[in-house]
């Protein structure tokens, strides 16, 4: 910082809340002219920043003047509850999940949800020429807002997206085995093999698809994925919409690690 001062010296002010990554590194004096050089530690976290006030004196009265420093941090990857908890800041947050609903197919205001919970997105940068519908998996970067008390991301920027095709099982069991190539298909479950992890059977007209686990969304590991079936009480007779990739098993398609997008029960 270079300061013209007038008065006995200059005294710098450092916020309790900087000083574990914020130091002054040297003060040189000549005359009037003051330089100030501060040393800011690595951040390996969010961006920070701080505002920092110089006070000089005459010998009757104190002056002061401040100045903002910030500095740019990693950014954080975070699952959405993680991101919903965090405090309101300039941090950068990387998201990535199922868009559930569009609200502004100009703007892109959205629905974004993974395994932990859903969260708003208040626009992305250039929505409407990235062709995003419902059910597509995107990664997105941006900061922990909110409107009225309520958490939302601001100033969204796509990093990439997995483009979801909407399916019929008859349609699924024709397409080759993929790790890479997600669907989105509704049907009615016959069968529940496993609560824990969620594997069933879904049957649409005459056609008919295991499931080997229906997790509670994207990202989810471990334990993670357990529980969905109890927790949002899904049975048979249910009609389930999931999104998974096609692979098979001993010769016998199926569906790989589904992720829950929503379901109707039985009537």
């Known amino acids: 910082a270079y300061l013209t001062c007038k008065g006995q010296g200059a005294s710098v002010d450092i916020p309790e809340d900087a000083k574990s990554w914020l130091s002054i ?25 701080t505002t920092i006030i110089f006070r000089t004196t005459d010998g009757k009265k104190e002056y002061t003047t401040e100045t903002t420093l910030s500095q740019t941090g990693a950014i954080v990857d975070a699952s959405v509850a993680e991101f919903l908890a965090a405090a309101v800041s300039d941090t950068q947050y990387r998201l990535t999940g199922v868009i559930t609903k569009i609200d502004n197919s100009t703007y892109g205001n959205l629905y974004l949800r993974d395994f932990s919970g859903e969260t708003y997105v208040y626009g992305i940068d250039g929505f409407r020429e990235k062709n995003l519908k419902v059910g597509d998996i995107i990664t997105i970067v941006g900061k922990r807002a909110e409107y009225k008390g309520t958490p939302q991301v601001g100033g969204a920027v796509l990093e990439s997206v997995i483009p979801v095709t909407v399916s019929t099982i008859a349609e699924v069991l024709t397409k080759p085995d993929s790790d890479h190539d997600y669907y989105m298909l509704t049907g009615e479950i016959t069968s529940i093999t496993s609560k824990d992890y969620g594997n069933l059977y879904l049957k649409d007209g005459d056609s008919e698809i295991y499931v080997y686990g229906c997790y509670p969304g994207y990202g989810a590991t471990g334990d993670d994925r357990k529980g969905l079936i109890e927790a949002k009480g899904i049975k048979v007779g249910d009609h389930l919409t999931v999104i998974a990739k096609k692979s098979s098993y001993k010769g016998t398609a199926q569906l790989a690690n589904g992720i829950y997008f929503s379901h109707e029960s039985a009537k």
């Open 25 to 49: 590194s040297s003060v040189e004096s000549a005359g009037e002219e003051v330089v100030v050089k501060f040393k800011a530690a690595a951040n390996a976290g969010g961006d920070r920043g």
